[in-house]
């Protein structure tokens, strides 16, 4: 009895030595070896979590060595302490290789070509493979049956096994169609309106996405979801540099005029708009010199001079794009509201709330400049009665 408690002293200091060195020798000068160098593999692969799975493999390899020269453990028989001893080890070897998945898709978010990729998911169906395998395994060491004998079974319940897994091959298959067709990506700004999300995209897993959106709330949308939904990635937008400006202001119809001599001399004094209408008003001449007495001539408008104007402010706004990307003042079809005037033109940044602030600026100054045409922006109710019957609201400049 007395030699079995020595003997089981020895088996315990074993697995303690084997770990503490494992811990405390063997790891910590690995570690200051990966330090020295400039990759970032060896550093991930040191990860504490990781070291500490290794090093419970290792104990238990020892111990299998000692059982196999030994024949047994003090207290337990040579059976069970074999399937104890190999099922424990085929644990700690599926945790070590699921740890392993964790640390490559850390690894992933280090490399560009990988780190917008959802590899996440295809490492989760990994883990679900290399666990189902060590549980085949275990029931094998158990039974004392093959490990083929279990795989084998598996195709008697390959339905049951469909049926469960349902949703999980859904996922896995839509995580390979997001990542073929680069659907999305982390970090992507979307618009997913069937799940109310608007927000930045902060992690994509095996069954979920889940974006932020921009009041701070998560929304967490079924990965495969993403393939069969309406899905608005903004990713373009940010890939180009520019963000669309696209609004417009109601003009008053009943403000549209043709311009007087000396309208057009007060708008003279503009530079910005000087060059157009000299330029206009001898086309303007040169084409009534041309045509029947009985046709009426062409005149400027307001309106007109108005887009022309706007046309050149926003060439020359410091914040806008217009060299490479689309720039239009244009005038949509007449509502009940007044005649649209829309702008459509991108901004330099993509900013939001820089974005938002040169909008507002532009319209702004849009606001303030329509007397100096003539024009009155729609207004309903009393104001916009007043205006009509010339009453002094909103008196134009010129």
């Not at 049956?145 to 999980?168: C, E, K, N, R």
Request: negative net charge; contains cysteine.
């Amino acid at each position: 009895m007395s030699q079995d408690i020595i003997d089981l002293g020895y088996v315990l200091l074993l697995c303690v030595s084997v770990y503490l060195v494992c811990r405390y020798l063997v790891f910590p000068l690995i570690s200051k070896l990966a330090n020295k160098t400039k990759t970032i593999l060896d550093d991930v692969l040191l990860d504490k979590k990781f070291l500490n799975r290794v090093s419970l493999v290792i104990v238990f390899s020892s111990l299998k060595s000692y059982v196999d020269a030994v024949n047994s453990i003090p207290f337990i028989d040579r059976v069970f302490s074999e399937i104890l001893i190999n099922s424990f080890l085929a644990i700690f070897i599926g945790l070590s290789i699921s740890e392993l998945l964790t640390i490559i898709n850390k690894i992933s978010t280090h490399y560009d070509s990988l780190k917008n990729k959802p590899i996440k998911g295809y490492i989760q169906i990994v883990k679900i493979i290399v666990n189902a395998f060590i549980v085949i395994i275990i029931f094998a060491i158990a039974t004392g049956q093959p490990v083929a004998y279990y795989i084998s079974g598996l195709g008697a319940i390959t339905a049951i096994l469909l049926l469960v897994f349902q949703d999980t091959i859904l996922s896995f298959v839509a995580s390979v169609q997001i990542g073929q067709n680069d659907i999305i990506n982390l970090n992507d700004w979307i618009e997913v309106p069937e799940y109310g999300a608007d927000g930045d995209v902060i992690d994509i897993s095996l069954h979920t996405v889940k974006v932020q959106n921009w009041d701070k709330t998560i929304t967490t949308i079924p990965t495969s979801k993403i393939v069969t939904s309406s899905v608005k990635n903004w990713r373009g937008m940010s890939d180009y540099g520019g963000r669309r400006i696209m609004r417009s202001i109601l003009i008053d119809i009943s403000s549209v005029r043709f311009m007087e001599d000396k309208d057009i001399e007060k708008l003279k004094k503009l530079p910005s708009i000087n060059k157009y209408l000299k330029g206009k008003i001898k086309d303007i001449e040169d084409h009534n010199s041309s045509i029947n007495k009985e046709v009426e001539e062409r005149r400027l408008t307001n309106l007109g001079t108005l887009r022309a104007y706007l046309i050149n402010y926003l060439k020359n706004h410091e914040e806008l794009n217009t060299d490479d990307m689309t720039l239009i003042v244009r005038q949509l079809s007449p509502t009940s509201e007044g005649v649209p005037l829309e702008i459509y033109t991108f901004t330099k940044t993509i900013d939001w709330v820089e974005y938002e602030s040169v909008q507002s600026d532009i319209f702004d100054h849009i606001f303030a400049v329509l007397p100096k045409f003539g024009l009155r922006a729609f207004q309903s109710g009393l104001l916009e009665a007043a205006a009509v019957q010339g009453m002094p609201i909103n008196e134009p400049e010129i």
